[in-house]
């Protein structure tokens, strides 16, 4: 009996050196082969190009989102108008009219983005492209035809068309999720900030106040026969741009009338379109007129 507790005495002790080996030496951790784990891999600084490509892409985001509430408000206040009548005809045919010029803005600069070189990006500025080119075409099927007559109804079809331009999924914050370079990029672009508006980083507009830059013809209506000038209007001008017969009104607003539509701009930046044929930005405008820039789109 004391020869089998001898023994069993030695097996414990052997398997307290055992354990007690385990922790000695260095105390560094190695793995099964005997080597150090690796070093975590450290990412790479985002290019400038990609930094580019992620404001952009948030610049265009925000610009659609805008664009969303600003026709659902437009939308409610043409069901609720504060004045029936022409005018509310004449506003509702002035949406109608106006918001493809303005969807077909974004979907110009999404277009100028180009590739970004990360492929799960690039799917979706694809995504983007195709669901703006659709949305577009739909537009322009319905603006040219509407009649002031028919415009307070379109407005209703025009607003859904806008209301579908959501992001497209998986959107640029999921993508950065799995992407650490395009998530650097995306947190050094300063569009891609949480509550980032364009007028942030845009130039401010010119002072209403301040005089209106010269125009490249003047007063020169015949200019515009072929659809390309840039003029002043004072006051009150008719004339026919690439044959598009026009009646303009410079007041608080810029008003462009044709025989069949009605449409009301505010002042700098302002755009009016009129199918593929005209297109009219307001270059300035202030209390002694409108210098006006035609070009055919």
């Known amino acids: 009996m004391g020869t089998r507790g001898s023994v069993v005495a030695v097996v414990a002790a052997g398997v307290v050196l055992a354990l007690g080996g385990c922790g000695g030496g260095t105390g560094e951790k190695n793995d099964a082969s005997g080597s150090k784990p690796a070093e975590p891999t450290q990412t790479r600084p985002p290019s400038g190009e990609l930094v580019r490509w992620a404001g952009g892409m948030c610049a265009s985001t925000v610009a659609v989102e805008e664009l969303r509430a600003e026709s659902a408000a437009e939308l409610k206040e043409l069901r609720d108008p504060d004045e029936a009548g022409l005018s509310a005809q004449a506003q509702a045919l002035g949406y109608v009219v106006r918001t493809p010029s303005e969807v077909r803005t974004v979907e110009s600069e999404l277009e100028g983005l180009g590739p970004s070189g990360v492929p799960a990006a690039d799917r979706l500025l694809d995504a983007w492209q195709k669901k703006l080119k659709g949305v577009v075409s739909e537009l ?14 379109s407005a209703a079809d025009v607003d859904k068309l806008v209301q579908s331009l959501t992001p497209p999924k998986p959107d640029l914050p999921e993508l950065t999720e799995k992407d650490p370079r395009l998530a650097a990029a995306y947190r050094k672009a300063e569009q891609c900030a949480p509550g980032w508006k364009p007028g942030d980083t845009d130039s401010p507009a010119p002072d209403p106040t301040g005089p209106l830059p010269a125009p490249a013809d003047g007063k020169n209506l015949t200019a515009c026969s072929d659809g390309t000038c840039e003029i002043l209007v004072t006051s009150e001008a008719d004339l026919t741009a690439n044959g598009v017969d026009l ?20 002042g700098h930046g302002g755009v009016a379109q009129f199918g593929d044929d005209l297109k009219i930005t307001v270059v300035a405008h202030n209390e002694d007129g409108a210098v006006l820039k035609f070009s055919r789109p």
């Open 247 to 266: 009646h303009i009104t410079v007041g608080n607003s810029v008003t462009f009338r044709t025989p069949g539509s009605v449409m009301n701009l505010g």
């Open 140 to 153: 322009d099927g319905v603006s040219p035809a509407v009649s002031l007559d028919e415009a307070e109804g």
